[in-house]
């Protein structure tokens, strides 16, 4: 190993790195799989090999031969690719080599059982009995962020494992102000009715599944390398360059479900599509982070797809498709998908309040891991909280505590949703500069030149820049909410305005 020049040792580890980049490609098609065609009985036997293959890519990494060729490689004549693949690739060395096996194999072992037993619990409304599991996962956590350790505080490698580099203190001194801000604008629309009983109705599934297809069609999803299929939970997947898949839900009473899921995947495909090839297999070659991708997939669903002028260029079509829409204005369509209001559950939040729901859990998990927070404690500090965010109190723990499966396996995820809503915003502001007004493209159906823009300064980045910097590179500074902040106020003056 010793002879080998740093320009050698770099070429054997780009090898290594693509061969298990491969085996990273099959897990992924086995995981859409999964969660799409598998036959029912074949949950077993798959998880096994999932665990096979999992361990074979992990095995393979940990070698101490792979920290060796970092080493070698790291004294060489860099250039900036290779200096940020070096820098990805020590960072995944480092950290899964940290890891005993043991903690890792118990950790996946605690979550499947967890994630078990908060269906049951969620099902029958009882946090007592995810409580003891909760325990359990959040002492796995305390340990592993005492092994990788951390900038500031515990949750910062929690952090870490999903948004490189960023810290708990700066993620709260951005929600902090998002925070006072959103319940400002919350009290703007209390009183505003958003017409959302006009949209209810029957939708049959096959026609909202040609609508969404002709939606991808229109704004150019490549379907030569893409595809939809129907899921409980949409993703979006790349299997490899070339190749990318969405998945989206059908509920025959509510047509939003389908058109903003599938949006929203759509987002998440474009970056992946919009990844460079040639990278494929190093780390330049692959999303950053979940904020960034999130930021993504907002930015076609929110602030794309719930526009005005979106629909200005789509509601003849949804009109031709759903006689439901014949004598409802568009303004009150407009109006009615982007209603505004406080509930209990999450993943059915509006813009403004979907921060709110993210912020909370933020702070529960920050106090849970830096252990200023007992689980004994946990339920009545989310009801507090909650109620002092929203005015109200959950009525039950399905739709308090309980309703999210994250916590069921790890922590620290969560930031990156309301990160993802920030950047897509802050993306927003510089896209304006650079091609004038957005929507005017919009209007057009020119979604084309959007997406050439995301894709110079986006997604063919890949990870080149950690995200962070990524944002300064391309907004000049980073996460700042301010921008999110005045879109949505821009937004709800324009709600406001229509009766
Ligand atoms: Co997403």
Same mark, same amino acid.
């Given at each position: 190993m010793n002879n080998l020049t740093p320009k050698q040792a770099y070429e054997k580890l780009y090898k290594i790195s693509k061969r298990l980049a491969y085996f990273s490609s099959v897990l992924s098609i086995l995981g859409w799989d999964e969660r799409t065609y598998i036959p029912k009985s074949g949950y077993k036997y798959r998880s096994e090999l999932n665990a096979v293959l999992g361990e074979y890519i992990h095995d393979e990494w940990t070698k101490d031969y792979i920290g060796e060729l970092i080493e070698i490689a790291k004294n060489g004549e860099l250039n900036e690719i290779e200096r940020s693949n070096l820098y990805w690739w020590e960072r995944s060395y480092i950290r899964s080599k940290k890891i005993p096996k043991e903690l890792l194999i118990n950790h996946i072992k605690v979550s499947t059982v967890a994630y078990q037993v908060w269906k049951e619990a969620r099902e029958k409304s009882d946090f007592e009995l995810f409580k003891p599991y909760l325990n359990e996962i959040v002492k796995i956590l305390r340990e592993k962020v005492q092994i990788l350790g951390y900038k500031n505080e515990p949750y910062d490698a929690l952090l870490d494992g999903y948004e490189a580099e960023i810290t708990a203190e700066e993620i709260s001194k951005v929600f902090e102000e998002l925070k006072g801000e959103t319940i400002r604008l919350l009290e703007k629309v209390? =009183?505003?009715? !958003?017409?959302?009983? &006009?949209?209810?109705g029957h939708f049959e599934k096959e026609k909202q599944k040609s609508f969404c297809i002709y939606l991808l069609e229109k704004i150019g999803f490549d379907f030569s390398m893409g595809r939809i299929d129907e899921t409980t939970h949409p993703f979006a997947t790349r299997i490899h360059p070339g190749d990318i898949r969405i998945t989206t839900r059908f509920y025959e009473d509510n047509i939003l479900s389908s058109i903003f899921g599938t949006l929203h995947e759509m987002g998440h495909a474009f970056y992946e599509m919009g &990844?460079?090839? =040639? /990278? !494929? %297999?190093?780390? #330049? %070659? =692959?999303? #950053?982070?979940l904020g960034i991708h999130e930021s993504q997939s907002r930015f076609w669903e929110? *602030? *794309? %797809?719930?526009?005005l002028e979106f629909w200005e260029l789509f509601y003849k079509d949804l009109r031709r498709y759903f006689m439901?829409?014949?004598? *409802?204005?568009l303004e009150h369509f407009y109006l009615a998908i982007n209603e505004i209001k406080p509930s209990y559950i999450r993943v059915e939040a509006d813009e403004l309040t979907y921060n709110l729901h993210i912020i909370l859990r933020f702070e529960l998990e920050r106090d849970l891991i830096n252990g200023k927070l007992s689980i004994d404690d946990v339920k009545d500090a989310w009801n507090e909280k909650f109620e002092s965010l929203f005015g109200f109190r959950p009525r039950n723990d399905s739709e308090g505590i309980l309703q999210d499966v994250h916590w069921s396996s790890d922590m620290g995820y969560f930031p990156t949703y309301t990160l993802g809503n920030l950047n897509a915003a802050q993306f927003l502001y510089k896209i304006n500069k650079d091609l004038g007004n957005i929507y005017e493209l919009v209007k057009e159906g020119n979604f084309k030149t959007i997406y050439n823009w995301l894709k110079e300064? *986006? /997604? =063919?980045?890949?990870? &080149? /820049?950690?995200p962070q910097e990524l944002l300064e590179k391309v907004t000049g500074e980073r996460t700042n909410p301010k921008y999110f902040l005045k879109y949505i106020e821009d937004k709800i003056e324009k709600l406001l305005s229509i009766d």
């Open positions: 209390k =009183e505003k009715d !958003f017409k959302r009983r &006009l949209i209810n &990844l460079k090839e =040639e /990278y !494929f %297999g190093t780390p #330049v %070659g =692959e999303a #950053v982070s929110n *602030i *794309i %797809g719930r526009s439901h829409f014949e004598n *409802i204005k300064n *986006i /997604y =063919e980045k890949g990870s &080149l /820049y950690k």
